[in-house]
């Protein structure tokens, strides 16, 4: 499982401390394993994030989900960024579709101890749905850096009260698994919940507009 990531270039890559911790690897996910993760992404017609366990993946997504629960990962990420994560509640999230309102500017809940955002998407050739980490929290062009969201690029940060991040509006496919080391299995368990509700929403909501473009 260890295969499908690249531990090594994110022991590489520089941590940047300023305005708040983050990095950006460009290459998480070893190049020989794109074509299978590619093919067993979650299919996921509506937006929104669904916990991992509602959707259902190919063979190589699921061994990606389970190399990211190792502690090998975990140790790797306490390294990087100077904290304890092992025995920390991870929670995995998955994003296919993004539409108009996403993309606003925000920092990530209090629950939330590092944030961890891994692209899976082909060449990114759209101004819009390129993250972006900022310098406050009134202005997507003041930004630190801009980040397309490619196959294997990884965005990491740990929460703060000024991780201020988001990317102009996109709408379309835009595939990442999301995971975070939580402060607690009840902080975990309740956000779980809340995508899953929100998911079940957008899921009806977008149900008769599938159904009509097909009449």
């Excluded at 929460?159 to 402060?183: D, I, K, L, Q, T």
Aim: aromatic share 8%; charged share 20%; with cysteine.
């Amino acid at each position: 499982m260890m295969t499908l990531l690249n531990l090594e270039s994110l022991a590489r890559t520089e941590l940047i401390r300023a305005p708040f911790d983050h990095m950006v690897v460009p290459d998480f996910i070893r190049p020989e394993a794109k074509a299978a993760l590619s093919r067993d992404f979650p299919a996921i017609p509506y937006p929104g994030l669904l916990p991992v366990e509602a959707t259902h993946p190919g063979a190589s997504f699921a061994a990606l989900i389970a190399a990211l629960q190792t502690e090998q990962v975990a140790a790797a990420f306490a390294d990087k960024f100077g904290i304890a994560l092992s025995g920390l509640p991870m929670m995995i999230t998955v994003r296919g579709q993004c539409d108009a309102r996403d993309g606003r500017i925000h920092t990530d809940s209090e629950t939330k101890i590092v944030t961890c955002l891994l692209y899976l998407n082909e060449a990114w050739d759209a101004a819009g749905g390129r993250l972006r980490l900022l310098r406050g929290p009134d202005d997507l062009n003041d930004m630190i850096t801009e980040v397309p969201p490619n196959f294997g690029t990884l965005v990491a940060f740990r929460r703060s009260v000024n991780s201020w991040h988001g990317h102009e509006p996109f709408v379309g496919p835009r595939r990442y698994v999301m995971f975070n080391w939580m402060a607690t299995s009840f902080a975990a368990r309740k956000e779980i919940l809340k995508h899953r509700l929100s998911a079940v929403v957008k899921r009806h909501l977008t149900q008769p507009l599938r159904e009509a473009a097909h009449v």
